[in-house]
């Protein structure tokens, strides 16, 4: 219940998504990168909580793959990862401006990074 009730702060330093796309966060490999409106629920367990509404692009790594580093650019699938969603498009582009919430997590409910930044 923690973790649904989780209130995202501000990313600091280096952490979010750069004027580039470059997507930074901490704390190590990653096997589920979300990026989704600032204003979106938390995610949770598969099946009905994983995707909440609200979420823009999501990227997934197998259990039997390595985790992603840090460092892989918005809208871009890196090796090792799958497109979870949108299921049959593309990343949409952020909108400079908008807030938007970076929540990367280490496993199911392991988060590494939750915060919210504002597109350059």
């Known amino acids: 219940a923690d973790q649904l009730a989780y209130e995202p702060d501000r990313c600091t330093g280096d952490v979010g998504i750069s004027a580039d796309g470059t997507i930074t966060w901490t704390g190590g490999g990653a096997r589920y990168v979300y990026v989704m409106r600032a204003d979106a629920d938390n995610p949770g367990v598969p099946p009905n909580l994983d995707l909440p509404e609200g979420t823009l692009w999501r990227l997934d790594v ?52 939750r915060c919210t930044f504002v597109a350059e």
Do not use: M, R
């Not at 580093?69 to 908008?98: C, D, N």
């Open 62 to 113: 197998a259990h039997t793959d390595d985790p992603i580093a840090s460092g892989i650019q918005y809208g871009v699938v890196p090796e090792g990862a799958s497109q979870y969603y949108p299921f049959e498009s593309s990343a949409p582009a952020l909108s400079k401006g908008f807030a938007y919430y970076l929540y990367v997590l280490q496993d199911i409910y392991a988060p590494l990074t």
